[in-house]
T-cell receptor, first 110, second 115 residues
Framework: GEDVEQSLFLSVREGDSSVINCTYTDSSSTYLYWYKQEPGAGLQLLTYIFSNMDMKQDQRLTVLLNKKDKHLSLRIADTQTGDSAIYFCAERSNDYKLSFGAGTTVTVRA | GAVVSQHPSWVICKSGTSVKIECRSLDFQATTMFWYRQFPKQSLMLMATSNEGSKATYEQGVEKDKFLINHASLTLSTLTVTSAHPEDSSFYIC???????????FGPGTRLLVL
């Protein structure tokens, strides 16, 4: 089955850039996603990238995809305290199901 | 993005009772919805795919007789946890695929606590 892995914790100083990394195993993934979850809340779609793209930028967010290495990253520029949350990487298989990583807890310190 | 609602947002029940959770797609009709479960400090695990007009399809290890899914209309899917036990306590989240199915929009989740 699909396997998505990501580091569990990231601590970053306010104003710095955050980089969250993710690896996946399903070479047939068509879309890859980054979701944000705040305490007690559901998942908020941050951004997604189609598998034939290398990079996607959306305001403070930059997604890089290395399909050869099956590596996905999310960079958050000028990290703010409101960015503290759990970030999930996910991949979509051909049957439209999503497989999630364990989530990276990002803590922004002043 | 689409708006997906869930009701209730949280529920506490006694062991042995059944609990129904609703998931509604408010922006557009959805022939397919997904149900996930998230245990504390863990990731989301897909439980089942809810299909309008046909039976739900369950992931391996998920008991279909315990987690009853009914896709009542093109905007509503319900998950009923039957004879709930403390180990069923979890955060249940539904999602709706976007029109072009390139992404999924998630509901706010329902927190279930079984005493």
């Amino acid at each position: 089955g699909e396997d998505v892995e990501q580091s569990l914790f990231l601590s970053v100083r306010e104003g710095d850039s955050s980089v969250i990394n993710c690896t996946y195993t399903d070479s047939s993934s068509t879309y890859l996603y980054w979701y944000k979850q705040e305490p007690g809340a559901g998942l908020q779609l941050l951004t997604y990238i189609f598998s034939n793209m290398d990079m996607k930028q959306d305001q403070r967010l930059t997604v890089l995809l290395n399909k050869k290495d099956k590596h996905l990253s999310l960079r958050i520029a000028d990290t703010q305290t409101g960015d503290s949350a759990i970030y999930f990487c996910a991949e979509r298989s051909n049957d439209y199901k999503l497989s999630f990583g364990a989530g990276t807890t990002v803590t922004v310190r002043a | 993005g689409a708006v997906v609602s869930q009701h209730p947002s949280w529920v506490i029940c006694k062991s042995g009772t059944s609990v129904k959770i609703e998931c509604r797609s408010l922006d557009f009709q959805a022939t397919t919805m997904f149900w996930y479960r998230q245990f504390p400090k863990q990731s989301l695990m897909l439980m089942a795919t809810s299909n309008e007009g046909s039976k739900a399809t369950y992931e391996q290890g998920v008991e279909k007789d315990k987690f009853l899914i009914n896709h009542a209309s093109l905007t509503l899917s319900t998950l009923t946890v039957t004879s709930a036990h403390p180990e069923d306590s979890s955060f249940y989240i539904c999602s709706v695929p976007s029109r072009a199915a390139e992404t999924q929009y998630f509901g706010p989740g329902t927190r279930l606590l079984v005493l």
